[in-house]
């Protein structure tokens, strides 16, 4: 079965503006939901063909893909005013990933061979985009450690353009993040499916 494994990315909320005087504070709030769409098969070749057909599509692409991580960024951002200057107050970053997975519905009675064959594939696209959300979550405390490090400046204006410019450049390093992270699966797919294979072969169970 030929793995093309991808990651979407839904639009960044835009940073919600107050401007009031206090104490600083920050946090990350990271929320994580999975999701499944149903294939059946018998064969690997009708199982690969489910998937075609049937799996989640990414990056604006009309190509369908064995699984996929949803990956939304929002937050919100307070200003402090003080001595003609304006400083980050409370930074609030969010992140939410859905994992969207393959199900297999008609397992009973396929032959011991492809159950392990799907095994095998099914934890790798697990681990897949496992990864993707962690990437996001690192990225989003990157965020915050950012924001809340930001110089202050001579107007709340100014402090807004500039939380706006940096929170626009943390999306873009978080895609090219996650876009190096899937050249490098994909290089290395075909010899970490048969390590994989081999391992449960062995009844030591798949890699993680």
Known sequence: ?????????LP???FVIAFFCGTAAAEVIATKSYSYF???GKTADELDDELSRRGPT?????ARHPGATKIRFGGEATYIQDNGRCRVGNVKVTVHTQ????RWRNRKGASRELSMIWDA????IKRHEERHAEIARTQARAMERGLKALPAQRSCELMQELVSD??????????RLQ???????????QNRMLRLLNNRLRGKGGER
């Open 38 to 40: 149903d294939i059946k």
């Open 12 to 14: 960044i909320a835009f």
């Open 58 to 62: 990414a990056n604006g692409s009309s």
């Open 99 to 102: 994992i969207i997975m393959p």
């Open 1 to 9: 079965m030929p793995l093309a494994l991808r990651y979407i990315r």
């Open 166 to 175: 940096r929170s626009a450049r943390g999306i873009e390093e978080h895609d």
């Open 179 to 189: 876009a190096r992270f899937d050249r490098v699966e994909a290089v290395n797919f």
């Open 121 to 124: 594939l099914s934890s790798d």
